[in-house]
């Protein structure tokens, strides 16, 4: 498809565009060591040599123990695992789970059902740069909670929750709770350490880091025990039985590889992002909905006066890829925008533009001589 060479793609946080690295070693695994991890014989512990390296490249990443670390075949599916096994792991000891209003549907939809279950489930809303404050925080952080959720970078904002300060307040009160963090959107880009962070339970997805769809992984701290969610021939030591997707653990292996130093990414991501900021501000038709100290690699921003999906759409036609919102709000309002306070009309004219490290200046642009276009040649809502 040459087309894709023509394109300007930020939706990264949506997907990211598989390296080159991970394609390889997804066919390496396809063609030459598809053996089954599991099995006895050669080909089976070929495979599982495989497996165990890439365990331990996302151990050393983390500063954890490779025995630490569970594959899953999504950041969803170690998020559902990570909030349904602690809550019920530690149902005995209180029903209080503290969240935020701004969590990934894969969060929020799996404390509904915890609720429905007779959970007591609070979710704190954000400040107007979309962090929840720490006051807040401490003061939802009571003596019987038994499980924290919260994520480290909001997917349509880029906010950066205070993950770390979650943990000093478990253990200031003395609650049973477990901490679980969704770090989907932070990992491979915000370097952390699972001790930093201080979280008992960290998930990550394959495809936000250009690997390949339908991989993740759950960080559990050693000594924590959940019931899993999928039991059967008991694979991953009983966390998560099924068959291990070996060319997916391998193409995340590829990926990670590939990743550059994240410090480094860091700064350029900030450039990047400062001097799209700049640009489109310039423009005089943009609005900025991140706060300066979101993780650069998410910009959200608003043409006030014209809707998301409209405008999506006119960029696209300028092969520019951009998200309304998140990927997978599709067409709702941002409930993350909504949170944070902002009103109807920078709400319905919200667009997510998310970097990844082969953006370019020249790419920002090309974006806002479109957005000006879309404002001369699209009617007003
Ligand atoms: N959590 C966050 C913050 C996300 O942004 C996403 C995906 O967009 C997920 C979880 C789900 O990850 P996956 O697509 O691997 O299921």
């Not at 201080?198 to 701290?221: E, M, N, Q, R, T």
């Not at 405008?311 to 300028?318: D, I, K, N, P």
Request: a positive charge; hydrophobic letters at 40%; proline letters at 5%.
């Amino acid at each position: 498809m040459a087309f894709l060479n023509e394109i300007i793609y930020l939706d990264n946080s949506a997907t990211t565009r598989p390296c080159a690295r991970s394609v390889e070693a997804v066919t390496r695994s396809l063609t030459e060591n598809w053996g089954n991890p599991s099995s006895l014989h050669r080909l089976g512990m070929e495979a599982e040599l495989d497996v165990t390296a890439v365990r331990e490249a996302i151990a050393k990443r983390l500063h954890c123990t490779p025995a630490e670390i569970y594959f899953t075949a999504c950041g969803t599916e170690s998020n559902n695992t990570a909030l349904l096994g602690a809550a019920h792991k530690n149902r005995k000891r209180g029903k209080r789970i503290v969240s935020t209003a701004v969590e990934h549907p894969s969060v929020l939809e799996t404390l509904k059902r915890l609720e429905a279950e007779g959970f007591e489930v609070v979710l704190l809303p954000p400040e107007k740069n979309g962090v929840v404050s720490v006051d807040a925080l401490n003061a939802a952080i009571t003596p019987d909670t038994i499980l924290v959720s919260m994520m480290l970078v909001n997917n349509e904002n880029g906010a950066i929750q205070p993950v770390a300060d979650a943990r000093k307040r478990i253990k200031q009160v003395g609650a049973p709770a477990l901490l679980h963090c969704d770090a989907v959107q932070a990992f491979g880009k915000l370097p952390f350490t699972a001790e930093k962070l201080g979280a008992d339970l960290i998930s990550a997805s394959g495809h936000k880091i250009h690997g390949p769809k339908g991989i993740g992984f759950l960080y559990v701290k050693k000594g924590v025990v959940l019931p899993p969610l999928l039991t059967g021939g008991g694979q991953e030591r009983n966390m998560r039985s099924g068959t291990e997707s070996t060319p997916l653990i391998m193409g995340l292996g590829g990926a990670l590889a590939d990743l550059p130093d994240l410090a480094t990414q860091l700064t350029k991501m900030t450039e990047l992002r400062d001097y799209a900021v700049r640009r489109l501000q310039g423009t005089g038709v943009v609005e900025i909905n991140s706060a300066p100290e979101s993780l650069p690699y998410i910009l959200n921003i608003s043409v006030p006066g014209y809707r998301s999906e409209t405008l999506l759409h006119f960029l696209e036609s300028r092969n520019i890829f951009v998200s309304s919102g998140s990927a997978c709000a599709k067409g709702e309002g941002s409930y993350v925008l909504k949170a944070c306070g902002f009103d109807r009309r920078r709400i319905d004219s919200a667009l997510r533009i998310s970097f990844c490290r082969d953006n370019t200046a020249e790419e920002i642009d090309r974006l806002a001589e479109a957005l000006v276009a879309a404002t001369q040649k699209l009617r007003k809502a």
